[in-house]
Structures are given as C-alpha cells and as structure tokens.
C-alpha cells in the first residue's frame, strides 16, 4: 500500500508561484511513475505532469507546458511541482498519484494510488 500526501496549496496572487511537495510512502518504494493531477470545480481530473522513478523521463501537460516543473528527490520519496506565473484557470485541487507501470500516462485510470489533494487559489 503507497501513501502519498501532497502540501503547499496556498492562495495566492495572478504571476504568483507555489511549490508543491507529495511525500511517498509504503508499498516498497516500488511505484515507477509518480504525477500531478488537478480538478477544478464542475471539471474533469486532468493530468499536469508526470515523472518516471527511475530515469527521470518528464511528461507535461499542454496548459502548463513554460510555466510548471517537475522534479523528484528519490533519497525523500518526495515529489515537486514548482508553479510560477499562476493564473485564475490554475485554481484547483492539486492531486499526487502513483502508478506501477513505468510509462507516465495521463490517464487517471491508469494510476494505483492517490493523494488527499492540495487547494491552490489563484486570485487577486
């Protein structure tokens, strides 16, 4: 079983930034793609990014692609989202999820486990 608990949703400003931390843990440390989901209210799960384990391979989503990074620390089972130029259409709840495969899929059918979820508020 893989725990997975996401922190550093905030409210903050148009062209602000936030960090987004997802602490992994449980489960053998065995999950091959770890990645960041979001929902916005009356809409769809949909997939930001996602990075492979091992190897580091980085899938980013169309709506964030120049502004949103991922990163990972393997030695802290902990991983990153860095957001800069936050928007309006960024507010949501931020997901973490896990997958055992090694293929980052955007799919959220494709992913194991699940993170609570982090509120971040983009507004003046």
């Known amino acids: 079983q893989v725990q997975l608990v996401e922190s550093g949703g905030a409210l903050v400003q148009p062209g602000g930034s936030l960090r987004l931390s997802c602490v992994a843990s449980g489960g053998s440390n065995d999950w091959g793609v770890l990645s960041w989901f979001r929902q916005a209210p009356g809409k769809e799960r949909e997939f930001v990014s996602g990075?492979?384990?091992?190897?580091?391979?980085?899938s980013i989503g169309d709506s964030v692609k120049g502004r949103f990074t991922i990163s990972k620390d393997n030695a802290k089972n902990t991983l990153y989202l860095q957001m800069n130029n936050l928007q309006p259409t960024d507010t949501a709840v931020y997901y973490c999820?896990?997958?055992?495969?090694?293929?980052?899929?955007?799919?959220?059918?494709?992913?194991?486990?699940w993170g609570q979820g982090t509120l971040v508020t983009v507004s003046s």
């Open positions: 999820a896990a997958r055992f495969g090694a293929i980052v899929e955007e799919s959220p059918a494709s992913y194991n486990y």
């Open positions: 990075i492979r384990w091992i190897g580091g391979k980085v």
